[in-house]
């Protein structure tokens, strides 16, 4: 059974393995905080065990402003924000959803994931997941931000260095909206799922 993309409300109700339901959903836009309704973006929405997995293009009727919607919902209705590509997003969620046979839209490059998927074992995988999740940093308490601010992206500051877990990574330039030519290059790493950072050495630095 393909699991197709189509205008998010069609997906709620959602009724998790407690017995809670989601019956709706919305984003507030990420241009001007209006709030965004399901019937107004178009993707999936996928329950896997006790989480609803949701992947979506949004446009916003008040600003027209289009967006990418990528989170986690868990049994207590709580969201949560991912903070990956969407390519490995999809890659991750086909891969999980392997067993069940809900799989995600058939574009260029995710058919190129899912070849490569296939064409690994299940130790090879996690080899390749723990590489890219090392390069993926999300906003935390964990990260020291620099005082000095080089501009806005998506209405947030752009910080001009970070520092974590002993490196030392200087802002290098925005993520793009879409994830089709997107790439981290050797030594870089993705800060909050919108920013690019490049590591220096201590003396660099």
Known sequence: MMMQPDRLDRFFPITYPNGATVSRFAKPCPHCQQLVKANAMEGVAMLLQDKVFVLADGECPHCQHRFVVKCVIDAYKRVFPVQLPVFLYRWLLRWGA??????FRQQPEWQRARRLVEAMDSAEVKEAVSQLTSRLLPDSAAVEKSADIVGRFQNLPIYAWLRH???TLLFDRAAPDSDAQF???????????RLIYKEVTPEQA
């Not at 392997?98 to 799989?103: A, G, I, S, V």
């Not at 790439?183 to 799922?193: I, K, N, R």
């Open 98 to 103: 392997r067993r069940q046979l809900k799989l």
């Open 183 to 193: 790439q981290l290059q050797p030594g870089e790493v993705l800060f909050d799922g």
């Open 165 to 167: 877990d002993g490196r």
